[in-house]
């Protein structure tokens, strides 16, 4: 039993020193692990009049995590719709959505392929996070092999992590995104821990 402890603290820092990140990678501002903090630099691959980013919560006013600059005289006030993406609950305040104003009618994006749709051509690093979170994967500032980018011309290339099941199994993997078209390729570079601390939906 003692051996198996013993092993199981071990491998992974061997895992840790297996996964090389290139030095012309950047680490990922902490603050972009934050997924609100996202969307203020979306770039709409179309034109609206105005759009915002809101939570399913029932208060409005607190339902706002985001809005582009809005002209006075128009007001966006409807129903959210049943799902969203970035579902993290059930119930009040679990999911995301855009609700945007095109030749003054109201369009909502409400799942994870709507929101590529309104993000289109990935023009910087937070659309490709959000473009990567649509896909399951996430930032981890923590680790360089979790939260490390490269800017390219034709893709954005990023070291992110995925965390499944409980307790949360973590995996690093390597994300490649083509910044035309929103493809995204990944790699995985193994688990390297496992969070006992996580609660189930």
């Not at 692990?33 to 996202?38: A, K, Q, R, S």
Request: glycine share 4%.
């Amino acid at each position: 039993m003692k051996i198996i402890i013993a092993f199981s603290l071990i491998l992974p820092n061997l895992f840790f020193g297996q996964i090389k990140v290139s030095d012309d990678y950047k680490k990922i501002p902490d603050i972009l692990d934050t997924v609100d903090y996202l969307y203020p630099f979306i770039v709409p691959d179309k034109d609206y009049a105005y759009w915002r980013v809101l939570s399913n919560d029932t208060d409005y006013e607190k339902a706002v995590i985001y809005e582009s600059q809005a002209p006075d005289f128009m007001t966006i006030n409807e129903p959210f719709p049943e799902r969203g993406f970035f579902q993290k609950c059930i119930g009040n305040n679990c999911f995301s959505y855009i609700l945007a104003c095109k030749n003054e009618r109201s369009v909502y994006f409400s799942s994870e392929q709507q929101l590529r749709d309104f993000i289109g051509t990935v023009d910087n690093l937070p659309e490709a996070i959000l473009m990567a979170k649509t896909y399951g994967y996430s930032v981890d500032t923590s680790t360089r092999f979790t939260g490390a980018y490269k800017i390219e011309d034709r893709h954005i290339s990023m070291y992110l992590m995925q965390s499944k099941g409980c307790p949360a199994v973590k995996e690093s993997f390597f994300v490649k995104i083509n910044r035309k078209n929103g493809k995204l390729e990944a790699k995985s570079n193994g688990i390297y821990a496992k969070d006992e601390n996580c609660s189930p939906l």
